[in-house]
């Protein structure tokens, strides 16, 4: 069985007995993918790497890498962002 800090444990406990979604109390990201076309993500801790092939984007989790061409980042805020151009593929990397 995988260990789970007390923290998390208690978190994952809480989120599921007051029905809260879990990316709220666990600060999980959340990536929602319109066509292949545009990527949105909530819950980001900033840009690790910007080029029009590849954006990394931290996470409290790790980071998600999002490949394609013409990738821009078309919105950004402290807690959310949106990337726009052809997207390839998305990865989530611990």
Same mark, same amino acid.
Do not use: D, I, T
């Given at each position: 069985m995988l260990q789970i800090s007390?923290?998390?444990w208690l978190k994952e406990? =809480?989120?599921g007995s007051l @029905? =809260?979604?879990q990316d709220v109390i666990m600060d =999980?990201?959340?990536v929602i993918i319109t066509g +292949? #076309?545009?990527l949105q993500i909530e819950n980001h801790k900033g840009i690790l790497e910007y080029t029009p092939r590849c954006i990394r984007i931290a996470t409290a989790q790790g @980071? *998600? *890498?999002v490949n394609g061409t013409r990738l821009r980042i078309h919105i950004i805020m402290p807690? @959310? #962002?949106a *990337?726009? +151009?052809c997207i390839d593929n998305v990865n989530i990397v611990d």
């Open positions: 007390a923290w998390r406990r =809480l989120s @029905e =809260l979604p =999980l990201p959340k +292949g #076309m545009q @980071e *998600v *890498v807690q @959310e #962002m *990337v726009a +151009g």
